[in-house]
Each structure stands twice: as C-alpha cells, then as structure tokens.
C-alpha cells in the first residue's frame, strides 16, 4: 500500500496524495523525475501517479525506469494536454491508466481500487517498440482517447482483437497500431477485406490452393496467413463471410494450422489475427449469419471505435493533418477561414475519417490556399442550422411577436443546447460557450440543469 505522486504541480501532487491517503495508501510525494528516481532506488511501490509533462525527464521515462526496475509498480499517468497517441504509446509501454487533467476524486480512486486488484500479479517488464509505425492516429476526444488505451493493452499480447465501428473509422488503421507496437512489428502485416472477395474464393485467398484443385488453379499457392507467418492478419468485415469459411476460420484459430484448398496436408502457421466489421457482431449471431463460437474466439479483446459525430474534438486537428499532407513539396500550409473550420466541425461525417479526408483533400485542391466555405462540398456547406440556432431562432421569434424571455431563460436555453451538442461534455461546453468550467458549473447550477 505504498504510493508514490510525481507531479511538478504542487496543488495537482496534494490533491492525488490526499485522496490516496482517505482510501488507506501510504504516500510519498515527489515534484522530478529525479526526485522520483532516488524514491524507486531507495524502496519498492505498490502505485505511481506520474504527470506527463514534468520539468527535466518527462512521466514517459519514469514509466520505463519503473517498468524495468520495479516491474510490480502500477503506474498510472496524468496529463492536462489529452492525446489519443500518447494514451496508447503509454499503455503500451506498461501505464496501467492514462488519466485527464484536472482529475476528480472518483477518478483517483477508481484509478487505485483496479491498481490495488492488479498489484498481486505479473506484470512483464518487457518494452514494446512505440515506434515502429509510419502512420498517425489522431486525436484527443475522451472516447478516442479510452480505445486508444485499449490498443495500448492489447498490443502486448497475441491474443485475437475484435475491432468494431462505422464504415471509415479508421479500423485498419488501429489495426496497424497493434501490430506496430506488438512483438510482431517486425513481420508481415496481411490485410484482407473478406467482403469484397466472392464465398468460393476466400478459402483460397487466405489459406491457398494446390495445383488442380479447382479450374485456373495452374499452380501451388500460398495463403494470406502463409505470408503472415510470426506477424498478423487483418481480416476486415469478417462479418462478411460464409458459415462454411467461418468453421474453417475457427479451427485455424483453435488449432494454429491450416489446409490449402484440395490438399489433405495441415500446414502450421503462426499468425496473430484481428478482425474487424462495421456491423454488430451479436446481432449477426442472433440472426443466425455468424457462428457464436468464431465470437468468442475473436472477441477475446474488443475495441471499438466510435463515431466522428461522437469526437468532434478530433475534426479540427484531424483537418490539420489531411490538409498538410496534401501540400504539395515546399508550398506553403493551406489555410482555413473561421466560417470553413465552423462548418466542418459541426457536420455530423456520416462517413467518418474517410469523408473528412476526401472532403480536405478536394477543397485544398480547388483553394488559393485558403479554404473557404465555397471550397467545401455542398453536403458540408448546406447543413441545416444547430441546436444553438434553433434555440437562438426560438428567442428571436417569441421577441417578433412581443413575447420577450428575460435573459436568464435565454441563459439557460443556450447552456442547455450546448451540453446537448457535446453529449453533456462539460469541459467541450465550456470551450463552445467562451467560459471556464467553474463559470459553466456555476450557469448550470443556476439553471437547474443537472438532470
């Protein structure tokens, strides 16, 4: 029960320290990495709460000294400046919860319970290469944020993955995350998409064919998961696929060997397999389309992704990065009006990444190099008005007809709208209303609006 707070934020570093203490925690208190170094030299811990960005060696590397040196160590860091990438890179090296600032007393204490729950076992002080990848995952939302830590957990091990989400969420990329930052990343990564290859073709894709075993098979051929040996299989829209296959797909699972196509040898292969499908995977099972057990066997880990209407957080950034990659070789950033980057932010992307992508690229394509609303497709351009204009237009209305609200109900029609566009996010609130959240608790109190 000895606990150990590294934060150069002396306000942060007692708060953390004082709830670890109401819960029963022994506890230490250090504001370096260097403070902290000679605190791990001179004894062992149970629990470590490391801010990210400390003065001198940042909470990264006292995550790897601790995971070298004192394997056990739960360590849980903390930041104020949220990155989906730097959730997963930190789980990934061994973090066992990456934590958003500021941080509430329920937060620190779930955080220690599951810490405390998982101090009696192993814990591996082997290093995951986080840099193996030549992609970005971009974001910051809470929700990016959390399935970004279930990456990070997940790619340690070899265990199957199940990744779920909407049509152009971005699942191959996570896919490639796992494997990057896996004991794998070094071997092949073998994509798939079983839903555009037809039911008689798939078998052979994947698990290959002999000579004359069908008409065209001229020769031997190998199997996606022969090319995958030692790395990983990513077969996307799995949900896609026949019964037949799915029984076959079980036993290469369950038994680590697969048969070509018209030959009766077993062939053994070592392969880590992620699935993904923009279905509901127990909804297909209950329509009798997907085998319940293949479920279980692929769902051991499952990460889903959600929406882009679900992390509007992530729309500007993610803006950002297409449209640098889209520059052309030593030309100048594109740039974004108020009124495009409006607009963008409050279109729901019914097709997710893939949309915005295709929506930045075409308008850096017709722009001077600065985008502007005409530059956007119409879909983007002709949204409908928000919630906050509804309510606005609601106001204007009622006053055209001498029917004049007092200010506090404007208030407190406009706060309610914009906890209802951030899904009752109060910190996305406070930002779209211009206030802080102590003012926004304080307009929400006023108004009753806790409910």
């Known amino acids: 029960m000895r606990a150990l707070v590294i934060d150069d934020e ?28 000679e605190m791990m030299r001179a004894g062992r811990w149970a629990l470590v709460f490391c801010d990210v960005f400390l003065g001198g060696e940042n909470g990264i590397a006292v995550l790897r000294r601790f995971t070298q040196e004192q394997p056990r160590a739960q360590v849980v860091l903390m930041s104020g400046r949220v990155s989906g990438e730097d959730a997963l890179d930190a789980t990934a090296l061994g973090a066992y919860d990456y934590l958003t600032k500021p941080l509430g007393v329920e937060q620190v204490k779930a955080a220690s319970d599951a810490a405390l729950r998982r101090a009696g076992r192993e814990s591996s002080d082997e290093e995951v290469n986080a840099s193996a990848t030549d992609y970005k995952l971009i974001g910051r939302s809470p929700a990016f944020v959390e399935a970004m830590k279930l990456v990070g957990r997940a790619a340690p091990t070899d265990l199957p993955v199940l990744i779920t989400g909407e049509s152009g969420t971005g699942k191959e990329v996570v896919a490639r995350a796992v494997h990057g930052r896996s004991r794998r990343a070094e071997r092949p990564f073998v994509a798939v998409n079983c839903g555009a290859l037809p039911a008689e073709l798939i078998e052979s894709e994947l698990f290959g064919h002999v000579r004359g075993s069908f ?20 077969l996307d829209e799995i949900t896609e696929t026949s019964s037949a296959f799915q029984v076959k797909l079980l036993r290469a699972l369950q038994e680590g060997e697969v048969r070509r196509v018209g030959s009766n040898q077993t062939i053994h292969v070592n392969v880590r397999v992620i699935a993904a499908t923009n279905r509901d995977p127990a909804d297909e099972v ?46 100048p950033l594109f740039t974004f009006t108020p009124d495009a980057l409006r607009l963008l932010e409050d279109y729901d992307w ?7 992508e295709n929506a930045v690229v075409r308008a850096a394509a017709l722009c001077d190099h600065t985008v502007s609303p005409a530059d956007l497709p119409e879909a983007v351009r002709g949204r409908e008005g928000g919630e906050e204009d509804v309510a606005l237009g609601v106001v204007f209305a009622a006053s055209d007809a001498g029917v004049w609200p007092t200010l506090a109900e404007v208030e407190g029609r406009y706060v309610a709208c914009a906890l209802s ?31």
Do not use: C
Request: hydrophobic share 40%; aromatic share 6%; net charge positive.
């Open 215 to 234: 008409t065209g098979a001229e020769r031997d051929r190998a199997g996606l998961f022969e090319e995958a040996a030692g790395g990983t299989a990513f």
């Open 421 to 451: 566009h951030t899904g009752g996010n109060k910190q996305a609130a406070a930002r779209l209303l211009g206030v802080d959240r102590n003012t926004l608790k304080r307009m929400i109190e006023r108004h009753n609006l806790k409910a």
């Open 286 to 331: 209950m329509r009798g389309r997907f085998r319940k057990d293949l479920l279980y066997r692929l769902n051991t880990l499952s990460i889903h992704l959600p929406p882009l209407r679900e992390r509007r957080e992530d729309i500007i950034p993610l803006v950002r990065h297409f449209a640098a990659r889209a520059r052309p070789e030593a030309s």
């Open 10 to 37: 002396p306000g942060v570093r007692r708060f953390v320290a004082e709830v670890l203490r109401s819960e029963g925690w022994e506890v230490s208190e250090a504001e370096t990495a260097e403070r902290a170094y």
């Open 350 to 356: 019914p097709g997710n990444i893939r949309e915005l």
